[in-house]
């Protein structure tokens, strides 16, 4: 049975402009609302697919978070192989998803055409990668997969994929130098991050992007579970203690040079796309971490008519995901979810936070679409401009 969805999900904002400033006057995100409907019911083998169906940007961290909240629910423990390679596989995803945003949405920020040529090599070295581990057999079982890695042939296409993402930064080719060369290279160079991060940093967007609202720091499958299952709604308003808060990769920090880039810039637009190029030469480190942990393993025998429920998260190039699923005699019989997108366009959210402290500037509409390119969202964003109310 295939999921059918009836709509793209998307975040549409309608804004009034005064002064050089957008006025928000409403801000509506349909992406979330589907998971439940489209879960509750399933047989839990289903679950991994109609997942990466429903949400297919991330489609394999929503499989893998799925995945870890069953097993949660019936307490089926997963060796550390296990999750070493299904980590692997969602790296791969990830490396297409910055991919994709470098050189579909970047370029189309400082008017380049779109080049989705690298996307088909990636996800050629994508599907090797996943072959050099889990062979022809599926990877997102209950319990595990066949496990038999060819380590050799999985390093290869895992440092091919490495490359051709450096090969989109060639500034940043020494991820040990000192923040001001990194900074000068980038002020300086000609790709298509380089020239995202340079216009961040004129003096007309130097300003734009920044709130006081707190980062999401990294937290444990258990921390979601508590809220998710406490709150029906948490995944459609995130929020920490009450408190909505930014996620992604100015939040988690992957490198030092993001903290610098915060205290000589300001967390805003620039930091914010910094930290997201930074991505693009870190995460060869990421795979080799992960491979490292892979090798030979066998699937659990699983008995999935237990009762109970479990939350599973997964890393997202946005930030981390969650599944909460209950379980009763192999369905499911209860899911909710929380996203990236929730918690950075939350109705009194970073994105809006940071939208309503930003300054005057020439072209505001454009500016907040600077704004949300920088926040990251999953699904298509249009911004409208409406004749002010008064």
């Known amino acids: 049975m295939t999921t059918r969805v009836t709509a793209e999900p998307s975040i549409r904002a309608e804004a009034s402009v005064a002064r050089g400033r957008l006025q928000l006057r409403r801000l509506t995100n349909t992406r979330p609302a589907q998971v439940s409907r489209v879960l509750v019911g399933s047989a839990l083998d289903e679950v991994p697919r109609r997942l990466a169906l429903l949400l297919p940007v991330c489609g394999h961290a929503h499989a893998l978070a799925g995945l870890g909240a069953m ?37 189309a920020l400082v008017g380049e055409a779109a ?34 890695p060819d380590i050799a042939e999985a390093r290869r296409a895992a440092q091919a994929i490495g490359a051709r993402l450096c090969a989109l930064i060639p500034e940043i080719s020494d991820l040990s130098a000192p923040f001001a060369r990194v900074s000068a290279e980038l002020q300086a160079g000609g790709s298509i991050p380089a020239r995202v991060v340079a216009a961040a ?20 499958a258990e921390w979601f579970h508590a809220r998710l299952a406490a709150e029906p709604n948490f995944g459609d308003t995130p929020t920490v203690d009450g408190t909505p808060a930014e996620t992604g990769a100015l939040a988690e920090r992957r490198h030092a040079l993001v903290a ?8 805003g637009l620039a930091a914010r796309f910094f930290a997201q190029a930074l991505d693009l030469v870190t ?52 899911a909710r979810s929380v996203a990236p997108t929730e918690w950075n366009f939350h109705p009194a959210g970073p994105f809006v936070t940071a939208l309503a402290a930003a300054p005057s500037v020439n072209q ?16 298509p964003f249009q911004i409208a401009r409406i004749a002010d109310p008064r």
């Open 115 to 148: 080049d989705p040529r690298p996307l088909a090599e990636l996800r050629r070295l994508r599907n090797a990668l996943a072959a050099a581990l889990f062979g022809p057999g599926a990877w997102d079982r209950i319990g595990g997969a066949s496990l038999r």
């Open 283 to 334: 995460l060869p480190a990421r795979f080799e971490s992960a491979l490292a942990g892979t090798e030979a393993d066998a699937p659990q025998a699983c008995d999935c008519h237990g009762r109970g429920a479990g939350t599973g998260i997964a890393e997202t190039t946005r930030g981390v995901l969650a599944h909460y699923i209950a379980v009763e005699d192999g369905r499911v019989v209860r």
């Open 201 to 220: 940093r004129q003096p007309e967007l130097a300003g734009y992007g920044r709130h006081d609202l707190p980062f999401v720091a990294e937290r444990k």
């Open 71 to 107: 097993e949660a629910a019936l307490g089926i423990p997963v060796s550390p192989a296990q999750a070493a390679a299904r980590r692997v596989i969602v790296l791969a995803e990830q490396a297409a998803a910055l991919a994709w945003r470098t050189m579909i949405d970047w370029a």
């Open 260 to 267: 610098e880039a915060c205290a000589a810039w300001g967390a």
């Open 364 to 379: 505001p509409l454009e500016a907040a679409r600077w704004l949300a390119a920088s926040m990251d969202p999953c699904v």
